[in-house]
């Protein structure tokens, strides 16, 4: 299950474009056991992923829980102590669950200060840390950067941006997966792309 916001729910783009998507068919073509749940909303902040998530972990009882959520809270200006606190009770709960955590890290523009956009960052590597949670460094790593792999609004990744996001996430992820998902996403493993 993928628990994100607005750069996992396939915002602006069709959603069988979205990175999400390419995982659950990546997962389909290796004949991974298993199906991807998508449970990200446009929007979303870790307080309101917290809130969904007793719901959500009932409903679809996940062997591993995608948590990619915080930039909307950056972008409101939440405080750092609070998005780890809410992190750190979603990893817990679903690990109480029964499911294995994977904490994707987020970054926000620098033009929130060089101190808040620092502590932001680093909070992800610290709560990996301290929970022993495998890490994806930066989700949008080698995207956030690159004018044309986003939307107009500079923040959200375009339709061509999903295998590269979905490349960052593979090499945490199949390793969790008994090696049935190859560490690299190629488009050419799909006829209809």
């Known amino acids: 299950m993928v628990l994100g916001d607005s750069l996992s729910a396939a915002y ?37 992923g917290l809130s969904r998530l007793p719901d959500l972990l009932q409903r679809h009882q996940p062997s591993i829980v995608i948590l990619e959520l915080g930039g909307n ?14 992190l750190r009770d979603i990893a817990v709960k679903s690990a ?3 499911a294995r955590v994977v904490l994707a890290g987020i970054q926000i523009p620098t033009n929130y200060g060089a101190r808040y956009t620092r502590e932001f ?3 992800y590597p610290r709560l990996a840390e301290e929970l022993g949670l495998p ?18 609004d500079g ?20 390793p969790m997966l008994d090696g049935c ?5 190629t488009k050419q493993t799909f006829t209809n792309q």
Request: hydrophobic share 45%; charged share 15%; aromatic share 4%.
């Open 135 to 152: 890490l994806i460094p930066f989700l949008l790593e080698g995207v956030a950067l690159e004018p044309e792999l986003l939307q107009a």
């Open 12 to 48: 602006n783009i069709p959603s069988e474009k979205g990175w999400v998507a390419l995982l659950d068919q990546q997962m389909e073509s290796t004949d991974c056991p298993g199906e991807v749940v998508n449970a990200s909303i446009s929007g979303e902040t870790s307080f309101g």
């Open 96 to 98: 109480d669950a029964g």
């Open 73 to 86: 809270d950056g972008l409101r200006g939440m405080s750092v102590t609070q998005l780890y606190q809410n």
């Open 181 to 185: 998902l190859p560490e690299t996403f």
């Open 155 to 174: 923040i959200h990744p375009t339709a061509d941006a999903q295998p590269v996001i979905l490349d960052n996430v593979l090499p945490v992820l199949a």
């Open 121 to 123: 960052a680093a909070a």
